[in-house]
């Protein structure tokens, strides 16, 4: 497939590896694409990288999400969007805490059908999970089932095979795995940073 990665930072250039190495094809969507001339699939603006595209990964600013994406929300009009951000100030408080980005991204993208995945977790966890000596769990949330299945199959393909995938429910499940970023954010510097990521064990 071909994907849009939104973002030129960590999470799209890390899971942008993975998807090429996966066998899929890439084009990055940026506010400057002139100054991104070193990454390995080509940049250009936000909206310019929704063309064509099969699906779109939002790896833009979380907090930045929504007043990056509101004013062009008709180019996503008909598009599967894989969100992964966690809205946060800098002190890591989370910015919509009675409900969460990924709704208000489903709001403010009607015509889009989003997709919350791969924001519990490290972006070279999210992009190679064999880096980790065990399996552990992804989770989806979002109201399409068409959408999360063409999500879940990227994930496969990443190295998520479909048992280690937690589908939570509709989007607005997605309030659960964003809050779960302020319990991350305070086991990190416990445990260590580097990759970590949990499992469900019954
Ligand atoms: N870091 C992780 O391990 C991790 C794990 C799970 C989830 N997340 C989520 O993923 C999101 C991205 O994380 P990251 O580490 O990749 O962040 P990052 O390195 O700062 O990259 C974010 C990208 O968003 C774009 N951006 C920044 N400010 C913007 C603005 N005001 N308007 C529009 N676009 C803007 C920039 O791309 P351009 O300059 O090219 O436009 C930037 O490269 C985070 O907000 C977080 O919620 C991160």
Do not use: C
């Not at 599967?80 to 980005?101: C, I, T």
């Not at 089932?145 to 496969?156: E, I, R």
Request: proline content about 6%; cysteine-free.
């Amino acid at each position: 497939m071909h994907v849009a990665v939104l973002g030129t930072g960590h999470m799209a250039t890390t899971l942008a590896t993975g998807i090429i190495a996966a066998g899929h094809t890439v084009t990055f969507g940026s506010r400057n694409p002139d100054q991104h001339t070193d990454l390995e699939a080509p940049v250009v603006s936000v909206t310019g990288a929704l063309s064509g595209a099969d699906l779109v990964l939002n790896a833009l600013n979380a907090s930045a999400t929504l007043d990056a994406l509101t004013p062009v929300a008709d180019a996503f009009d008909g598009l599967v969007v894989l969100d992964l951000g966690n809205a946060a100030d800098e002190h890591f408080q989370l910015l919509y805490p009675a409900d969460s980005l990924g709704e208000r991204l489903q709001k403010a993208l009607p015509g889009a059908r989003v997709v919350k995945s791969l924001n519990t977790l490290p972006g070279e966890v999210a992009a190679n999970p064999s880096l980790l000596p065990e399996p552990t769990n992804v989770f989806l949330s979002g109201d399409d089932a068409d959408a999360k299945a063409l999500v879940s199959s990227l994930l496969v393909d990443l190295g998520w095979p479909v048992e280690q995938q937690i589908d939570l429910g509709g989007i607005q499940s997605a309030h659960a795995t964003e809050a779960f970023f302020a319990f991350f954010m305070g086991l990190m510097p416990i445990v260590g940073f580097g990759p970590i990521n949990i499992r469900i064990v019954r």
